[in-house]
């Protein structure tokens, strides 16, 4: 059985920063693409970076890039996202996410984790 499970999230003033780790288990982890969404109040999930399995690509939403870095260690299976000069905007509920593709995109995702809460104060 797949398992997701994030850690990581917490209240943090605007400025501050964050990391979510994403332990997985059940899955052949280095053959898979991975990836953090989020959803925040009354908004729909988005994207949010992705990390390819078979080229180190990696992949950023324009409203976290240069802010956030998205790495995977294949050895334990993690995946982690390193939250730097966080806004109030950018809380939300932040999901991992694993799919069997390449291409480290929005898209193709079949396993998630069930979130953990970021909550940014002004």
């Known amino acids: 059985q797949v398992q997701l499970v994030e850690s990581g999230g917490g209240l943090v003033q605007a400025g501050g920063s964050l990391r979510l780790s994403c332990a997985t288990s059940g899955l052949t982890f280095r053959y898979y693409t991975m990836a953090w969404f989020r959803q925040g109040p009354g908004k729909e999930r988005e994207f949010v970076a992705a990390?390819?399995?078979?080229?180190?690509?990696?992949r950023y939403a324009d409203s976290v890039k240069g802010r956030f870095t998205i790495s995977r260690d294949n050895a334990q299976n993690t995946v982690s996202l390193q939250m730097d000069s966080l806004k109030p905007e950018d809380t939300a509920v932040y999901y991992c996410?694993?799919?069997?593709?390449?291409?480290?995109?929005?898209?193709?995702?079949?396993?998630w984790g069930q979130g953990t809460q970021v909550t940014v104060s002004s």
């Open positions: 990390f390819s399995w078979s080229s180190d690509d990696t």
């Open positions: 996410a694993a799919g069997a593709h390449k291409t480290p995109g929005p898209y193709g995702y079949n396993h």
